[in-house]
C-alpha cells in the first residue's frame, strides 16, 4: 500500500500543473456527509418528498469576510457537490470544500452548505497546503469538530436533522 502511495504521488506531481496553487502532488480534501432525520431516515434520497431536494442544494465559500457562490461552470460538478448511493444504500453528499488560497501552511476555508431555504450549515476545513500536498486536517462542522487527520481515518459523518 505504501508503494501505491509513493507511485501515485510521483505521478502526481509529474503532471502538476504549476499554474494551479502551485502544487499538488496529493490532494485530499473531499468531505462525505449522510444526513438523517430523527427517525433515521435518508434525507438525501431523492425519492422521498421529505428530502432535501438536491438540484436546489447551493454551495458558498468566504473570502475575506465576504460570500461567494460556487460555481464553477466548466466542472463535472460545477457546485463542487455530488449526490451518491453509498455501499450502504444511503445516499451520501460529497462536498470539495472551496480553496482558493496561494499561500502555503494550515489554512483554514469556511464553507456554507445551503440544504433548502431554512436550512444552511457552515464547515469549516483546516486545509495544509504546500508545494506537493492539498489535505484536510481538521474538519469543524456548525462549530463541532467533526473530523481530525490525527485521530479519524475516513472525512466521514452522519449529521441528524
Not at 49 to 65: L, R, W
Not at 73 to 96: E, F, M, R, V
Amino acid at each position: 500500500m505504501k508503494n501505491l502511495y509513493i507511485l501515485i504521488l510521483i505521478c502526481a506531481i509529474m503532471a502538476c500543473n504549476r499554474n494551479k496553487l502551485d502544487c499538488c502532488g496529493i490532494v485530499d480534501t473531499s468531505i462525505r456527509i449522510q444526513y438523517k432525520d430523527t427517525l433515521n431516515r435518508d434525507l438525501l434520497d431523492q425519492s422521498n418528498p421529505y428530502a432535501y431536494n438536491f438540484g436546489s442544494m447551493k454551495h458558498f465559500y468566504m473570502e475575506d469576510s465576504i460570500v461567494h457562490e460556487v460555481n464553477n461552470y466548466n466542472a463535472d460538478h460545477p457546485k463542487q457537490l455530488n449526490l451518491y448511493l453509498g455501499s450502504d444504500s444511503t445516499y451520501t453528499l460529497k462536498i470539495d470544500p472551496y480553496v482558493y488560497s496561494k499561500g502555503y501552511g494550515d489554512i483554514i476555508f469556511t464553507d456554507i452548505i445551503q440544504l433548502d431555504d431554512n436550512d444552511m450549515d457552515t464547515i469549516m476545513s483546516e486545509i495544509e497546503i504546500s508545494t506537493t500536498v492539498l489535505i484536510t486536517k481538521k474538519i469543524w462542522y456548525n462549530g463541532i469538530l467533526k473530523y481530525d487527520s490525527n485521530v479519524d481515518e475516513d472525512k466521514f459523518f452522519i449529521i441528524t436533522k
